[in-house]
């Protein structure tokens, strides 16, 4: 549902887990209490939350430790200790050192104490201690199966599951009653942050070379606070979903977000050899919100116009830009109807250099997705004349310059795919 949904989703649930929590653990309900950590678990084990939260719960629970935080602390861990022990080893460590220390201190005050309740307690604490030195020491615990874990992982890599990781949150954080916004979202950026000026201002403080990006983003013409917001973002970003986080808080509204794609789009060209960070980043915003691919569709086109006056490196970090959003099915072969292929007064010696990096880049990809790029537009009435053009563009400037031949077949499959008139994936 998150893969589908967005993290909203998982954050909100999430969020009432941890209420449902506090609530039976206040009423001593045992079981109600396993149940909720059995799930909270298995978010973890199918990485729907990092393991950091998980560490900060047991570190609650390992400070009061009472018998009921004992019993907790063991369903976790034998649910999920070894994954816990393989994200982070320097976190287990310490709340390996941290409970060790806590369980002392617990049998310093129940010394004593000598009635059965005590005893048991007592017990259950060192059966919990063994449970921990054996993910320490690298031991699996019988009730774990990872092989079942495997098989459901498997099936949820289809849905591209990694992405919706959260990461960064507290306990404490999820019973706030005071959280607004979307407040399930790490990083330095606050999630009230209610302009782009507050944005940018945090950024400034943050990033060690602030001031050289700043004078960096004014010689790439990002001559607006939004542009120098979103230009800052992405080069100062950690990854593209730290990127891709933090231009969702910025929180454009009506126009203000078409900047996004046309700073994308300039910092890719800007680039002295292609990055597919940028590629990835542009996908992730189009699947996020159709509006972005509309976007960078009227941005590319704008591009088209000036392929006669731009500088050779960026007509080729352009061709390889479309290239790769069409492979990833970001946009489509349609992108190209602005342009008459089949025309040789409009295919101009740069344009002609420009689009053929661009087919040669596409046609290098694998059979089937290639299949599928070229099928996307066929058996529409309305583009058979870019149908046309393509074939007559590839077979005269692709296939003729291919000295060993080796994109020879390849068009037979992109031109028997554009013949598919049922528009059938294969």
């Given amino acids: 549902m998150t893969c589908l949904v967005g993290m909203d989703f998982s954050a909100k649930i999430l969020s009432s887990l941890a209420k449902s929590f506090e609530d039976e653990y206040s009423k001593d309900d045992g079981l109600s209490v396993r149940n909720l950590m059995l799930l909270f678990s298995y978010l973890c084990i199918f990485d729907v939350i990092a393991c950091d939260l998980v560490y900060d719960l047991l570190s609650v629970l390992s400070e009061r430790l009472t018998e009921l935080d004992v019993s907790t602390v063991l369903t976790i861990l034998q649910c999920c200790g070894m994954k816990l022990r393989g994200d982070d080893p320097g976190a287990m460590k310490d709340f390996v050192l941290s409970i060790q220390n806590s369980v002392r201190q617990s049998k310093l005050r129940s010394a004593g104490r000598e009635d059965g309740k005590a005893d048991l307690h007592s017990k259950r604490m060192e059966f919990m201690l063994e449970t921990i030195c054996d993910i320490k020491n690298n031991k699996k615990r019988s009730k774990e199966d990872p092989s079942q874990h495997t098989r459901v992982k498997k099936w949820l890599q289809k849905l591209k599951s990694e992405d919706i990781l959260l990461r960064g949150l507290k306990w404490s954080k999820l019973l706030d009653p005071e959280k607004k916004g979307q407040w399930w979202l790490s990083g330095d950026v606050s999630s009230t942050a209610g302009n782009v000026e507050d944005v940018a201002a945090v950024i400034s403080k943050e990033v060690v070379e602030a001031q050289k990006l700043v004078q960096l983003a004014a010689a790439q013409r990002m001559n607006t606070d939004i542009r120098r917001a979103i230009f800052c973002i992405i080069m100062s970003a950690e ?105 040789p007064v409009e295919m101009t010696p740069k344009k002609t250099m420009h689009f053929r990096m661009m087919f040669e880049t596409l046609m290098q990809k694998e059979d089937s997705l290639m299949w599928n790029v070229f099928t996307r537009i066929a058996g529409n009435p309305e583009l058979e004349l870019l149908r046309d053009g393509i074939v007559m563009f590839v077979r005269q400037h692709v296939i003729a310059k291919d000295a060993g031949k080796e994109l020879a077949g390849k068009f037979k499959i992109a031109k028997k795919a554009l013949d598919n008139s049922a528009g059938v994936l294969m």
């Fill in 239 to 343: 990854d593209y979903i730290d990127a891709f986080d933090k231009i969702l808080r910025l929180d454009l509204s009506g126009k203000q977000d078409r900047e996004i794609m046309r700073v994308i789009v300039d910092c890719c060209l800007q680039e002295k050899t292609f990055n597919k960070y940028y590629t990835v980043l542009a996908s992730k915003l189009c699947s996020n919100d159709k509006n972005h691919k509309f976007s960078l569709q009227y941005c590319i086109w704008d591009r088209f116009k000036e392929l006669d006056e731009m500088e050779l490196s960026r007509s080729m970090n352009l061709a390889k830009l479309v290239a790769e959003m069409l492979a990833n099915f970001s946009l489509s072969l349609a992108t190209l109807k602005v342009v008459n292929l089949a025309n």
